[in-house]
């Protein structure tokens, strides 16, 4: 089985900056993509921004220019570097892993349990 484990939410203030982790960790032999999604109360959970397994990102557009993803292979490690926050930014942050199944490798996507980001003054 896989686990993903995240970490470095918290209360900011408007300007203000966090980092996101999130390891991946279990029966794991190569990871197509990591990414970060988002939800706020009552609306629709969104893409943030996905990192691939040679490095090329994509990003929403209300976060380009703001928001940083990067990716650490040896350790399955993803980040997501977020600047210059809003309060729109608000939101519960899930890490997402998309993994090969063996022995098809169709790939099966995986989720963290969740941090919560609150940007507010």
């Known amino acids: 089985q896989v686990q993903l484990v995240e970490s470095g939410g918290g209360l900011v203030r408007p300007g203000g900056s966090l980092r996101l982790s999130c390891a991946a960790s279990?029966?794991?032999?190569?990871?197509?993509?990591m990414g970060w999604y988002r939800q706020a109360p009552g609306k629709q959970r969104e893409l943030v921004a996905v990192i691939a397994s040679g490095g090329s990102t994509n990003y929403a557009d209300s976060v380009k220019g703001r928001f940083t993803i990067s990716r650490d292979n040896v350790k399955d490690t993803v980040y997501l570097q977020m600047n210059s926050l809003k309060p729109e930014d608000t939101a519960v942050y899930y890490c997402n892993a998309r993994i090969p199944t063996y022995p098809t490798y169709l790939p099966s996507d995986y989720w963290g349990q969740g941090t919560q980001v609150t940007v507010s003054s």
């Open positions: 279990g029966s794991i032999f190569s990871i197509n993509a």
